[in-house]
């Protein structure tokens, strides 16, 4: 029962522009989501968070939306830039950090 | 600056035989946690400590182990390490201070072979 789903294995932006990432959950326990950027080789490293009282939340060129009644959330990144480049997670906290599969995120130059 | 230490980065073992994999933190951080991931899925928690206090996953196989001798150090003892176990696998830490929402950082993991 995977209750958090990245369902785009990959997106691939050109540089400059907007990127997207979708993640969707079916656990209205869940109360606070977190996104995490990883590269080859390198560990999950935390990203952006939002707790579920809230339906915006920013930081530079990054911006997580929150729209519980659709449990969904999405990850803006604009500009988004060649090192931007790495696998995005998305991860939901109720009684423990469950997380999608990922989404492979490519900024073309 | 390495916050979250994973030894060795690259493991590699024989079919049943024991392996032990090492995670230190300088964050002082009171709960460490290990993760399995396999190729293309989302990591899975197997068990975690909170200081001193051990919480295994129930769908967590008997065969993964943990001991945490200190606030600092945290170890996965694989007993008999099947080709199933291969397998990326990811030590994290957080505070503690608002329970499992806390923000978790992670090492860099340790990617296991099984020959």
């Known amino acids: 029962d995977q209750q958090v789903k990245q369902n785009s294995p990959s997106l691939s932006v050109q540089e400059g522009r907007i990127s997207i990432l979708n993640c969707d959950y079916t656990n209205s326990m869940f109360d606070y989501f977190l996104w995490y950027k990883k590269y080859p080789a390198e560990g999950p490293t935390f990203l952006i968070s939002i707790s579920s009282i809230k339906d915006k939340n920013e930081d530079g060129r990054f911006t997580v939306f929150l729209n519980k009644s659709a449990k969904h959330l999405s990850l803006h990144i604009v500009p988004s830039q060649p090192g931007d480049s790495a696998v995005y997670f998305c991860a939901a906290s109720g009684s423990r950090l469950t997380f999608g599969e990922g989404t492979q995120l490519t900024v073309n130059p | 600056d390495a916050m979250v230490i994973q030894n060795p980065r690259y493991q590699v073992t024989q079919f049943g035989k024991p392996v032990t994999l090492s995670c230190s933190q300088t964050?002082?951080?009171?709960?460490m946690y290990w993760y399995q991931q396999k190729s293309s899925q989302a990591p899975k928690l197997l068990f975690h400590?909170?200081?001193?206090?051990?919480?295994n996953e129930a769908d967590t196989p008997d065969n993964f182990q943990s001991r945490r001798p200190n606030t600092s150090f945290c170890f996965l003892d694989i007993r008999s390490p099947g080709l199933g176990d291969a397998a990326m696998y990811l030590c994290a830490t957080s505070r503690g201070t608002s329970g499992m929402t806390d923000t978790q950082y992670f090492g860099p993991g340790t990617r296991l072979t099984v020959l």
């Open positions: 400590y909170y200081d001193k206090d051990f919480n």
């Open positions: 964050l002082n951080h009171n709960v």
